[in-house]
């Protein structure tokens, strides 16, 4: 474990907390949303919180750069094939259309704007509520994804040479 791997550790520790909060807070005030106007939460949203809220906690639990850190790589394998899974089911919602999908005009955006408390809206009354918010979800996941993937092979390289340099020969 040298000096690099520890701070890269760290690094990435950091920005995996970041990314996932974002992403957390984002879909948590969606969903916080979704209650105040009484409708049925989509799954792949609650998907996308409880897997923001697994990475906040695994990623703050193993930010010191001590070897048990290193040897979390597994979870981050796992974590980088969660987040990869929200980025594609919450890309899927909107496909390459993004803010101007149906799914986003008559949910994501009619929610987001608070338009179900107005009563007789029409869909062009609604503009783009939420587009940025929407946008920002899907980087920030797909950052998330890209940060445990790094962490996964920096953890699998620090301890194979760690093993390698700790076995008896």
């Given amino acids: 474990m040298g000096a ?8 990435l520790r ?17 969903l916080h949303l979704i209650a105040q106007a009484g409708a049925s939460a989509d799954s792949r949203v609650v998907y996308g919180v409880v897997t923001a809220s697994i990475s906040t906690l695994f990623a703050l639990v193993f930010i010191a750069p001590f070897i048990y850190a290193f040897l979390a790589f597994p979870m981050d394998a796992i974590l980088f094939v969660m987040w990869i ?5 919450l890309t899927s919602r909107t496909g390459s259309s993004m803010c101007n999908a149906s799914w986003y005009w008559n949910y994501w955006g009619y929610y987001w704007g608070g ?16 587009c940025a918010s ?10 998330a994804a890209i940060a445990f993937l790094v962490s996964a092979i920096l953890g699998a390289v620090v301890v194979h040479r760690y093993r390698r340099k700790n076995s008896p020969v």
């Fill in 14 to 30: 950091v920005f995996e907390v970041i990314c996932s909060v974002i992403v957390l807070g984002l879909l948590a005030r969606f």
């Fill in 4 to 11: 690099a791997s520890k701070v890269i550790h760290i690094v």
């Fill in 115 to 130: 338009w179900w408390r107005v009563p007789e809206v029409t869909v062009w009354d609604r503009g783009y509520g939420g």
């Fill in 134 to 143: 929407w946008r920002a979800v899907l980087a920030f996941s797909f950052l």
């Fill in 85 to 89: 899974v929200v980025f594609g089911l």
